[in-house]
Nanobody
């Protein structure tokens, strides 16, 4: 599975961005998909994840109420709508997919830079 992120960029604090992650295969067969981020000098952290049919979502406390994760399996795409962005949201954002086919497989995208200026 190849994952390609898009939608990153430079935005002022309080602004919005929408990230997209498109998979090279049908996401109907992908269990959990998620967004992670890594800021300079920090460990990669889970931002949000979503189950296969989108009925369960999970967010890190720092983005609750500001970010919304969703997926459109018909388009093989996952989204992260980011509102009320803060400078501390600045990071490289990575798409992650976990796929079960007799064993668990984990895939990562190449990352997209999000920079929030104060």
């Amino acid at each position: 599975v190849q994952l390609v992120e898009s939608g990153g960029g430079l935005v002022q604090a309080g602004g919005s961005l929408r990230l997209s992650c498109t998979a090279s295969r049908s996401t109907f067969s992908i269990n959990t998909m998620g967004w992670y981020r890594q800021a300079p000098g920090k460990q990669r952290e889970l931002v949000a994840d979503i189950n296969r049919i989108g009925g369960r979502t999970n967010y890190v406390d720092s983005v609750k109420g500001r970010f919304t994760i969703s997926r459109d399996n018909a388009k093989n795409t996952m989204y992260l709508q980011m509102n009320s962005l803060k400078p501390e949201d600045t990071a490289v954002y990575y798409c992650n997919a976990q796929y079960y086919n007799g064993a668990w497989y984990t895939y990562w995208g190449q990352g997209t830079q999000v920079t929030v200026s104060s």
